[in-house]
């Protein structure tokens, strides 16, 4: 290995064009998550946020002193100034969905998680961590490059190309960020005691404010319980390790899924699991998302044309 | 027009691009590693001098749910509010064992909030805050104001897998605090 060959290989990861598609898609998902994220704070939102919240801005400016970005600390606190705040980050959302002003509507998402996350850091999760950041990433890439009221506009200009590709850089960025989660999850797990011993599951599944459905297999059982957590192990070691093997992408793809819906089934961490499922699509490969896509379209017209009685067009 | 000609000359940034994107990536990805390690005091030392630029924006990171190990009881809340003529309301946080499928989905902050971090006595800082707030929230009576609150936390530790895998949890309980309520508390 030489010096040369390195920066080619960096060059060919990092600077390659990649296809739009699955970008779009995740901007797409991504957006309605950010709506979603909106409207779970709503029934709370003076409780965790209002000027009388349960935990006043005072104290947490005292537990953090460090000058942080919190736009509702840019004003005197006050009802309409927090329901501005909200009333953006919906507005941007919405937009983001759309591709309408992607960029800047990505930028105040940003803005807006990091705000929520700042004013009152402890009700947030992993899940909000990662959706920061992911919003952070998705301000480099040109996300409405396709699929968004963006490039409806663009297109009734005289000298409008349609974008075939776009530059990858930020993309990797997001890839490697979904990376960064699972390698962080398995460094951390696998020295505990627990996980080691193949009893994690057994009690994460008795924690009663989190459990949802009842597990597919009883993890009270001591073999289920081990296979449960061994094999959450080996699938985050493989999620960033072998998801970057090219014939294997597909298959940790498949086992990713399979986790976050048996986690998202049996406990009740709503958005986490969700935004790693939408930004799993990040690994599809366009050319396979627009087949998918393509036969989607077959199949849907096939069921409309069954649905529409005879004799109509 | 792009982004980035509002920053740079166009032809520049053609030849500095890769250079510059190089070095971003670089040095934000670095410092989310040092993050994700700063238990380790060579990491945390490298990241001190750009914490201020780290906590500004957010990016402070940690995916360690269920890490080590996964929290080992069960825990919850409730206050006991005594009123000006002595009475006294016993108020139970929010529990989403006992809550359907929807607000469990929409309430899961307090699950957040209450179990993993006041329940952690990581925050003792917090517990003022929530005892006026508890104190507000129970200011109902005419001329009866709320004078003390007091927060407890329950906790059930889940048997080992090896004990009798039906054996009830055990539960402690432990005062968090007992707050005297002032008038002003209350506004």
New interface residues.
Partial sequence: MTFARIVQLWDEFWFTDVSPQCLAMFRILFGLLLLQFALFLLPDLFTWYGPRAIISANSISEANPTVVLDLLNMAPQSSSWLLCVYGAFIVAAGCLTLGFCTRLACAICFVMLTTFYHHNPYLLNSGDSLMRLLAFWLIFTDSGAIWSIDDKLARKKPNYKPKEKIAGWAVRCLQLQLAVVYYHAFVTKSPGWVWASGSAVYFAARLENLSRFPFPLDPNIDWVSSAWTWGTLFIEFCLFTLIWIKELRYYMLGMALCLHLCIDWTMNIPQFEWVMMATLILFVYPNDLTTFLNWLKTKYSIVVKKRLPTGSS | ME?SDLLIDRELWKKLR?VI??LF?IFN?GL??LC?ERNNLLAARMLKPF??YF??????????????????A?V?FVATITYKDGICKLYQFQ???RVN?TN??????????L????GSDR?P??Y???AK?VA?KNNILKDNPPIAVCIYRYTGI?P??EAK?NNP?VYSIKPLIAYEVRPEDLK
């Fill in positions: 982004w890769k994107i190089s990536v990805f989310i590693y994700l914490w201020n906590l500004f924006f957010g990016f402070e990171q940690d995916y360690s749910v269920f890490a080590p190990s996964p929290i080992q069960n919850n529990r989403l064992d499928l469990k989905v929409t309430q899961e902050r307090w699950r957040k909030f179990d993993d971090n006041l925050y800082f917090l003022k805050d929530i707030f507000r889940v080992p897998p895998k949890n």
